[in-house]
């Protein structure tokens, strides 16, 4: 981390959007913003909640919760792998605001901001107040044209940016629209605004959302168990009172939970909240952002050590989304391997190998 965090000052109960807002709050030191903080943010939004701001610890150079959210000069040092659109969004969206890469379901993208900046954002040069915008209306005429006559649309996938963004009234006529098909059953916001922003989630957001009448999914994105402060549990709480099903999906970052205790924490934080992990997504090859990739071994061997060390209600699935497009794909770690036709050997959670069927 590039800033200085030794530095207590108030929290303050306004957003932070500006480089200059960093030094104002002690995050970034004026010498940091004129080297390189400056060049950041003009190449990636900033952004800052107020409640982020509370989690992060100033007297810790390596606050996990400060690298997620407060730009480093890192993020200048772009890889030759690193690619603007880094699981192939652009490729498979048939009109605006769409992108339908499997049959079955598809991403409706109403909004590109966000109330915070993830440093390590797969979708960072589309989100921001540079990025793709809010639809039209006469665009989301057509996403919705386009979901309404695809029968084998069978689930609506809100993400963005942040769907939770929206005003209640805005999101409401989204989910009025999305009533009159029938044949959307599920429909599944992609959101990191119970943690960061716990307080939007009130009555008239939870209202809006009900309106579709249809299954409403939520996937929670937070990778660090402090993110699941108190304020967001009770958020979580009420849509879950409501009867929304939470799911989890946090990004393996090196420097952030990359540890067996803070994974293990992070999935049972989830799981004490009423949210079911879902998917561990290796960190995409997005501009700037390879001080968070660990190798694919890593995050296996990590991985395979929670399976031995907590609950089964605990374990997520570790996921890939190919570069290009091609979909996600999950990444193990394999417990089995095929040694002849019919003959395997399965590792057991402690690392013992036995042959399967048993040679006795
Ligand atoms: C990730 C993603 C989904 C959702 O995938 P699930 O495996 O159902 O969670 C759907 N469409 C696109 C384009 C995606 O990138
Ligand atoms: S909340 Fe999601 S879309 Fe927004 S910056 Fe973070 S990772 Fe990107």
Redesign the pocket.
């Known amino acids: 981390m590039s800033g200085q965090h030794n530095q207590p000052k108030p929290t303050s109960a306004r957003p932070i959007r500006t480089p200059a807002e960093l030094v104002e709050s002690g995050f970034v030191t004026a010498e940091d913003l004129a080297s390189s903080i400056d060049a950041v943010a003009e190449r990636h939004a900033v952004g800052i909640s107020p409640a982020i701001a509370a989690l992060i610890d100033r007297n810790d150079p390596k606050d996990p919760i400060a690298r997620q959210f407060v730009p480093d000069a890192a993020e200048l040092n772009v890889a030759p792998e690193e690619r603007e659109d880094p699981i192939g969004d652009l490729t498979h969206s048939p009109v605006e605001g769409i992108v339908h890469r499997y049959p079955d379901r598809v991403l409706l993208k109403a909004v590109h901001v966000?109330p915070?900046?993830?440093r390590?954002?797969?979708?960072?040069q589309m989100?921001g107040p540079q990025g793709l915008g809010t639809l039209s209306p006469e665009a989301m005429d057509e996403a919705f044209a386009y979901i309404a006559n695809r029968p084998e649309i069978w689930e609506v996938i809100l993400?963005?940016?942040?769907p939770l963004m929206l005003s209640p009234r805005r999101l409401g006529e989204i989910m009025q629209r999305l009533d009159a098909i029938d044949h959307v059953k599920i429909v599944r916001f992609?959101t990191?605004v119970p943690v960061?922003e716990p307080e939007r989630i009130n009555e008239a957001l939870i209202t809006a959302i009900e309106a579709s009448g249809k299954t409403a999914y939520v996937a929670l994105?937070a990778n660090h168990p402090r993110e699941l402060a108190p304020s967001a549990r009770e958020a979580c709480a009420r849509l879950v009172d409501s009867g929304v099903v939470m799911i989890s999906q946090s990004v393996l970052l090196k420097g952030v939970n990359d540890d067996p205790d803070t994974l293990a924490a992070l999935m049972r934080a989830f799981v004490e909240t009423r949210v079911k992990p879902y998917y561990l997504h290796h960190p995409d090859l997005a501009r700037g952002t390879r001080h968070f990739r660990l190798s694919i071994e890593e995050g296996r061997a990590l991985v395979a050590g929670l399976r031995g060390r907590i609950s089964g209600l605990c374990q997520p699935t570790y996921i890939l989304d190919i570069p290009g497009g091609h979909g996600k794909a999950v990444i193990g770690p394999d417990a089995i391997q095929q040694e002849e036709a019919g003959c395997y050997r399965v590792c057991d959670f402690k690392g013992g190998g036995h042959a399967y069927p048993p040679s006795d």
Do not use: A, D, I
């Open positions: 966000c915070v900046y993830c390590f954002c797969f979708r960072r989100v993400t963005g940016g942040e992609h990191r960061v994105h």
